[in-house]
């Protein structure tokens, strides 16, 4: 039986560890070829090592850079011969109020967490469509926000206004794929807390397991998720399964914007 994305090649950001990684093995798994970048090459490295060199290349790849991301679109879509599915995921977080925010700050976790969608749509586009075209497989852009960007904090000012941001660019760019006609999709995807090292400084803070069960407590399905939990969701988006879904987020919350 042929994998959910058979024939497909996607390039995924920040795929060195975390959602990035487990989307990437994901996608390999359920027959697409991936192109891991992130800015940390020898993690990412050793990642599309154990995924098959038959089905992954790692790229260095700074998303904050024009420049960059047209070299390593260039470069994923040698490695393949094109690309169908972009998934934007390479991030960072700020846990601080709009008053303690400082101005550099916020100027990184936009360029982060929005500028870098902004810049991996305008680039991978032309390339997916001419990609679609001639393979008849559908296009696919995934972007990774977060639950934050649909709900507040009071201590995320900079996180919040980026992944709102990605959520409705999201929305504009699936509005335009479809009236140019260029057979991709576009939408984003939500999660709550995950297992992942962005998590890192609440671990450090309280110890693992306590860490774990405070977030948790804050989730109506009262624990915090798996990487592959949002991996699932994009591996659908990434697939012809979604043909129809478009302009849409998927929210993997665990029940916490229902509150």
């Known amino acids: 039986m042929a994998g959910r994305v058979e024939g497909k090649i996607a390039l995924i950001t920040g795929a060195a560890q975390g959602l990035g990684e487990a989307i990437a093995r994901m996608l390999a798994r359920e027959g697409a070829r991936v192109v891991l970048t992130d800015i940390n090459i020898d993690k990412a490295k050793r990642v599309a090592a154990d995924i098959g060199a038959d089905r992954a290349v790692a790229l260095a790849h700074d998303v904050t850079s024009e420049a960059a ?11 393949f011969g094109g690309l169908h599915v972009l998934v934007n995921n390479a991030g960072i977080s700020a846990g601080t109020t709009v008053t303690e925010t400082s101005f550099e700050d916020w100027k990184k976790v936009h360029e982060v967490d929005l500028d870098s969608v902004f810049l991996g749509c305008k680039y991978a586009i032309p390339e997916m469509a001419k990609t679609v075209k001639a393979t008849g497989l559908g296009g696919s852009i995934v972007n990774i926000s977060s639950i934050a960007g649909i709900i507040a904090g009071h201590n995320s000012a900079a ?18 794929c479809a009236k140019q006609k260029t057979g991709i999709r576009s939408n984003s995807v939500h999660p709550v807390f995950i297992k992942t090292p962005i998590l890192d400084n609440i671990v450090q803070r309280f110890g693992e397991e306590e860490g774990y069960a405070k977030l948790g407590r804050q989730i109506p399905l009262g624990h915090i998720g798996e990487p592959d939990d949002i991996a699932y969701a994009v591996l659908y988006l990434a697939s012809d399964e979604s043909k129809m879904v478009t302009g849409a987020e998927i929210k993997v919350d665990g029940g916490i914007s229902a509150m």
Do not use: C, F, P
């Open 159 to 176: 996180y919040n206004s980026a992944k709102a941001g990605v959520r409705h660019l999201s929305k504009s760019v699936a509005l335009h």
């Open 69 to 79: 991301w047209i070299d390593t679109i260039a470069k994923g879509v040698a490695a």
